[in-house]
């Protein structure tokens, strides 16, 4: 590693391990050294992580969820609301969900794609949802979207499946079980997921918002036809490149939808990409002649933990 390289993750991790760990020294030498380390944070939490597990730890931490183990598993709690998982799913508690998931969630019924371990549900059940239908891919999963929507009395309906254009599986490699997990991934192990067609999942949901974050959803959203893109009133869709994002754009703009927000969420430094947040509202058929006029991006204010 070149001195400028330590010099950079000093400069900027420094700060936060000062200001969440105990024995951030300890920190700092296992993102050097690699391997595994007993971590103390400021809040009380210890256990043996990776650097993964610490970076997603010290997120969380930084941004005051209280962080306590639970057998084989982490809860990370903030006023009423917690959320159990590992530590490298929790990663993706560390957004501000009422910034990018803007929209009137009460008596909604809310179509999840991308349900990683429940949080999100949670978040829209919090907000008024009556009923969240949750797709899932990832078995290991599951386990915890039924333990945090029965722990947070979310009426969930659940799916050990992704989407795509078809009915079928998809194959993803890996080297962690981590939120941004999709077709995109890569490492050194492989797993084989159920993939259910987008748009029966669309036409059969009854949904009032749909939310779609996973890795490679958004192709699929683009072979929907437009009679059933329009069953649903509000999208909420995380674009995970900036090809992806006009493509998602052009589509819905075409199907009859105006585009409520596009705002450029953050940059995936680990893989080189920009995502983008984008939300859709149905025009009403007398008004789709009308001009659509299309937000420019805005730059989320959220702070999301780097994807890894």
């Given at each position: 590693?070149?001195?400028?390289?330590?010099?950079?993750?000093?400069?900027?991790g420094?700060?936060?391990?000062?200001?969440?760990t105990?024995?951030?020294?300890?920190?700092?030498?296992?993102r050097?050294l690699?391997?595994?380390?007993?971590?103390?944070?400021?809040?009380?939490?210890a256990?043996?992580?990776s650097?993964?597990?610490?970076s997603?730890?010290?997120?969380?931490?930084?941004?005051?969820?209280a962080?306590?183990?639970?057998?084989?598993?982490?809860?990370?709690?903030?006023?009423d609301?917690a959320?159990v998982?590992p530590?490298?799913?929790?990663a993706?508690?560390?957004?501000?969900?009422?910034?990018?998931?803007?929209?009137?969630f009460?008596?909604?019924?809310?179509?999840?794609?991308?349900?990683?371990?429940?949080e999100?549900?949670?978040?829209?059940?919090?907000?008024?949802?009556?009923r969240?239908?949750?797709?899932?891919?990832?078995p290991?999963?599951?386990?915890?979207?039924?333990?945090?929507?029965?722990?947070?009395a979310?009426?969930?309906?659940?799916?050990?499946?992704?989407?795509?254009?078809?009915?079928?599986?998809?194959?993803?490699?890996?080297?962690?079980i981590?939120p941004?997990?999709?077709?995109?991934?890569?490492g050194?192990?492989?797993?084989?997921?159920?993939?259910?067609?987008?748009?029966?999942?669309?036409?059969?949901?009854?949904a009032?918002?749909a939310k779609?974050?996973c890795?490679?959803?958004e192709?699929?959203?683009?072979?929907?036809?437009e009679?059933?893109?329009?069953?649903?009133?509000?999208?909420?869709i995380?674009?995970h490149?900036?090809?992806?994002?006009?493509?998602?754009?052009?589509?819905?703009?075409a199907?009859?939808?105006?585009?409520?927000k596009?705002?450029?969420?953050?940059?995936?430094?680990g893989?080189?990409?920009t995502?983008?947040?984008?939300?859709?509202?149905?025009?009403?058929?007398?008004?789709?002649?009308?001009a659509v006029?299309?937000?420019?991006?805005?730059?989320?204010?959220?702070r999301p933990?780097?994807?890894?």
């Amino acid at each position: 590693m070149s001195p400028m390289r330590f010099g950079l993750l000093t400069l900027r991790g420094l700060g936060r391990s000062v200001l969440t760990t105990r024995n951030f020294w300890s920190a700092i030498a296992l993102r050097i050294l690699g391997g595994e380390r007993r971590i103390v944070m400021r809040n009380g939490f210890a256990a043996p992580m990776s650097w993964l597990e610490y970076s997603a730890a010290r997120e969380l931490s930084r941004m005051g969820f209280a962080l306590e183990a639970e057998g084989d598993a982490v809860v990370c709690r903030k006023g009423d609301v917690a959320i159990v998982g590992p530590l490298l799913s929790l990663a993706a508690m560390a957004v501000d969900f009422g910034t990018i998931y803007e929209a009137d969630f009460g008596g909604k019924t809310v179509l999840d794609i991308g349900g990683c371990i429940g949080e999100s549900a949670v978040y829209f059940a919090r907000r008024g949802a009556s009923r969240v239908i949750v797709y899932e891919p990832v078995p290991e999963h599951h386990r915890f979207i039924r333990l945090n929507c029965s722990r947070n009395a979310v009426n969930a309906e659940l799916h050990e499946a992704g989407v795509g254009a078809s009915d079928g599986t998809m194959t993803v490699h890996f080297d962690y079980i981590t939120p941004g997990l999709g077709e995109d991934s890569t490492g050194g192990r492989t797993a084989s997921f159920k993939v259910r067609n987008l748009a029966d999942v669309i036409r059969t949901s009854g949904a009032d918002i749909a939310k779609l974050n996973c890795e490679g959803g958004e192709k699929a959203l683009l072979s929907v036809q437009e009679d059933v893109l329009r069953l649903v009133p509000l999208y909420l869709i995380e674009a995970h490149s900036v090809e992806l994002r006009k493509s998602v754009l052009d589509k819905f703009v075409a199907s009859g939808f105006e585009v409520v927000k596009d705002w450029q969420y953050c940059k995936d430094t680990g893989r080189g990409r920009t995502i983008h947040i984008l939300t859709f509202r149905r025009i009403d058929r007398n008004d789709i002649g009308g001009a659509v006029e299309q937000t420019a991006p805005r730059q989320s204010t959220a702070r999301p933990a780097r994807r890894q």
